[in-house]
Nanobody, 124 residues
């Protein structure tokens, strides 16, 4: 099993920045890809960004490209999401996810482990 714990969420004004962290523990050696997703009230969970643990492959949702940056510590312990130029539409619960497969993926069904989420609220 793999345990994921997100942190770093909070309340920020439009244009501000936050850095989310996801601490991974347990059998992280069985995972190869990490992802960030988000879910706003009344909406489905949506893809934000994904990265291989080695950091050699990344992909972003169009809505966050150029504003968000995903990274890892290369030690299969922590994945980060640096969020800049935040907008009210970025308000959501942000979830970290881990995937056993070796190819990056953007759909929730391709991820095997999930954290409990951290709230990000962007005020206008």
């Amino acid at each position: 099993q793999v345990q994921l714990v997100e942190s770093g969420g909070g309340l920020v004004q439009t244009g501000g920045s936050l850095r989310l962290s996801c601490a991974a523990s347990g059998r992280t050696s069985s995972t190869n890809v990490m992802g960030w997703f988000r879910q706003a009230p009344g909406k489905e969970r949506e893809f934000v960004a994904t990265i291989t643990w080695r950091g050699d492959s990344k992909y972003y949702a169009d809505s966050v490209k150029g504003r968000f940056t995903i990274s890892t510590d290369n030690g299969k312990t922590t994945v980060y999401l640096q969020m800049n130029s935040l907008k009210p539409e970025d308000t959501a619960v942000y979830y970290c996810a881990a995937r056993r497969g070796s190819v990056i993926a953007i759909t929730t069904r391709n991820y095997d482990y999930w954290g409990q989420g951290t709230q990000v609220t962007v005020s206008s």
